[in-house]
């Protein structure tokens, strides 16, 4: 049987975006049981609540939702639960120092199989303001009717 090959994203936490200034990412394994697994391959998964830390030189991603497997009999697993992260010493410790300065936060950003490996990618990421969401909209919204007016103009042209 032929390897899995490429990324195919199970969830994506796009509210993260709006919420958040991303500062840096990084992509982790994650310590999983069979049927979360089998429930992440039929693409199943909630990031709206995750989030990630780092406790005792450890990674740790939690309340992110796996629903259990439907097929699962006692084996199941509880949706809701710490999952540990494998990520290097290293990155780690950039990630643990960044979010010591405060006002820094881990968020889950995607899940997805890597070559037939599940991993998520997670941010260290700054809260957004009120006003921060509302100016980020206003120049998206701004950018697409520039680009519209653009298109439209080279549409004229022709």
């Known amino acids: 049987m032929p390897r899995e090959r490429g990324e195919k994203v199970v969830a994506t936490n796009r509210k993260a975006r709006h919420d958040y200034t991303i500062e840096d990412t ?44 439907t097929a699962g009999t006692w084996t199941n697993h509880p949706p ?19 979010t010591k300065e405060g006002g820094y936060t881990l968020v889950p950003l995607k899940i997805y199989f890597s070559d037939g490996r599940a991993k998520v990618e997670i941010a260290v990421a700054k809260g957004k303001k009120e006003y921060d969401k509302r100016q980020t909209l206003r120049e998206r919204q701004d950018k697409r009717e520039s680009d519209r007016a653009m298109s439209a103009r080279k549409h004229l042209g022709e």
Do not use: N, Q
Not at 51 to 63: K, V
Not at 81 to 88: A, G, I, P, V
């Open 80 to 98: 809701r639960r710490k999952r540990k992260l494998l990520l290097h010493k290293k990155e780690i410790l950039k990630i643990s120092h960044k």
């Open 26 to 69: 990084f992509e982790a394994g994650m310590v999983l049981s069979g049927t979360e697994v089998k429930s992440l391959r039929a693409g199943r998964a909630s990031l709206v609540d995750g989030y990630a830390f780092i406790e005792a030189g450890e990674a740790w991603l939690d309340a992110v939702h796996i629903p259990e497997y």
